[in-house]
């Protein structure tokens, strides 16, 4: 050891809905690898090692990216990161900062505690009428406050125990990081019934003040911060504004980051703020550590003849999502915009009047050997179509780079080149025509 094993394989998932073409289909390929080690320090080492190879492929392929930290979910082990193709498509959002090379899944990305001190309360709690607004938003508009100036209770159950979830009103609970709460694994969200029963008043009006000793409350860092707030007053059609810790109802009993990060919260690694982007998960590596050789009883001796459980590592890409993920990233209404990299065909020429003119003919499959010869994978358009038909098909394929040859630029020495995000074509000299395209795919 270490010892790495790999394979590139077919496999099938049972997907209830198939979509997004090939992104979401259940026959796909993949990469997949396991490694084992003596310690936890060697795994690291080839986690690292990964890692890296990992983006330089992304990179290679031409592809925006982002490594970004991500939990282990069912899978276990202590640290994992995922590999982002980034397109407003994506199902997964991703936050990151600018400033660094800080990138994280949103279920992960901590949402950071206000740096300013709690407000002194400057307003008197009020029970005020809210007929049939049982959403923050509402409340809000009929009160014409702020949004983040509310907070809005979730009523959870673990086991029997019940616990009230504080949040802004304009955030949004992550359930990743709730569940990872002492106590709180795995939870479930309150039935109406269990919520009458021990807070005694229908969901939409429920709050923390006067709730009763046995449900825990817990809030969000963004709560905990907040002075003169407006929530639920537990009788239905009310709510109860300038509401204050401290005064009002007892300091939280728990103060944890249970929400999801937002564009503009403070960067974790003190470099920036945060942007939101959506990105199409194309790889995922696992420090899996100990948890699956422990089960599998899976051993070695030390060289003090001490049996040890393995340290395990996990590495995949999805092989033919990467196809999918770059079609989303790049396309527009003509059709694909592939990267150089992962393009079918680097070039492609289009000779208009090709069977109908010997020096179109000629001069296109000159320039046809010439860039093969280079190395350059080229596709020459030999049909006999309408200019219109051979651009729209050549577009809708996506390759970088087109030439076009026709009768009338031939008797001036020029040919047209245009890339497949050009707006408009530029003539060049015919005989620089092989050279330029040589530099432009190398």
């Not at 969000?220 to 204050?244: I, P, Q, Y």
């Not at 092989?319 to 990267?339: H, L």
């Not at 001069?363 to 020459?380: E, K, R, T």
Request: glycine share 8%.
């Amino acid at each position: 050891m270490p010892l790495n094993f790999y394979q590139i394989q077919t496999k099938f998932r049972d997907e209830i809905r198939p979509r997004f073409g090939v992104m979401r289909a259940r026959e796909f390929m993949m990469k997949d690898a396991y490694s084992f080690h003596v310690s936890y320090e060697d795994l690291e080492r080839e986690y690292r090692n990964m890692y890296d190879a990992y983006s330089r492929i992304f990179t290679r392929l031409g592809l925006k990216f982002r490594a970004v930290a991500a939990d282990t979910g069912a899978i276990g082990g202590t640290g994992s990161h995922e590999f982002h193709v980034l397109a407003d498509s994506g199902e997964d959002a991703i936050a990151y900062s600018p400033a660094s090379d800080y990138a994280a899944n949103v279920e992960l990305a901590e949402a950071m505690a206000s740096p300013l001190a709690r407000a002194s309360a400057a307003k008197k709690m009020q029970k005020v009428a809210t007929p049939g607004k049982t959403t923050c938003e509402d409340v809000s508009a009929f009160l014409s406050m702020p949004l983040s100036q509310s907070v809005k209770a979730l009523a959870i159950m673990h086991e029997d125990q019940m616990s009230m979830l504080l949040i802004r009103g304009d955030h949004q609970l992550n359930e990743v990081k709730a569940a990872k709460l002492p106590g709180l694994d795995p939870f479930r969200f309150a039935t109406d019934k269990e919520i009458e029963a021990r807070i005694g008043c229908r969901p939409g009006y429920i709050g923390p003040v006067g709730v009763r000793a046995d449900v825990k409350v817990i809030a969000d860092r963004s709560v905990a911060a907040m002075s003169d707030f407006v929530c639920g007053a537990n009788e239905a059609g009310f709510h109860l504004t300038g509401v204050n810790f401290g005064r009002d109802l007892p300091e939280p009993g728990i103060i944890a980051d249970i929400r999801n990060a937002v564009a503009g919260d403070p960067s974790p690694d003190g470099k920036g703020t945060l942007e939101i982007c959506r990105g199409i998960e194309v790889g995922h590596i696992f420090q899996l550590r100990t948890k699956y050789s422990e089960a599998m009883k899976a051993t070695f001796l030390d060289e003090a003849g001490k049996s040890q459980v393995l340290e395990m590592g996990c590495y995949g890409i999805g092989v033919s999502r990467i196809v999918a993920a770059a079609i989303e990233q790049g396309n527009d209404e003509k059709g694909i915009v592939w990267p150089l990299p992962m393009a079918p065909f680097h070039a492609t020429i289009a000779p208009i009047g090709y069977r109908k003119n010997a020096e179109v003919k000629r001069v296109a499959d000159q320039l046809h050997d010439q860039l093969q010869a280079a190395g350059i994978d080229v596709l020459l358009d030999d049909r006999d179509e309408r200019p219109g038909v051979m651009f729209a098909d050549l577009e809708l394929m996506g390759v970088p780079h087109r030439v076009t040859i026709g009768e009338r630029g031939l008797k001036e020495g020029k040919i047209e080149y245009q890339s497949r995000t050009g707006a408009a074509g530029t003539a060049i000299d015919l005989q620089q025509a092989a050279a330029h395209l040589i530099s432009l795919c190398s």
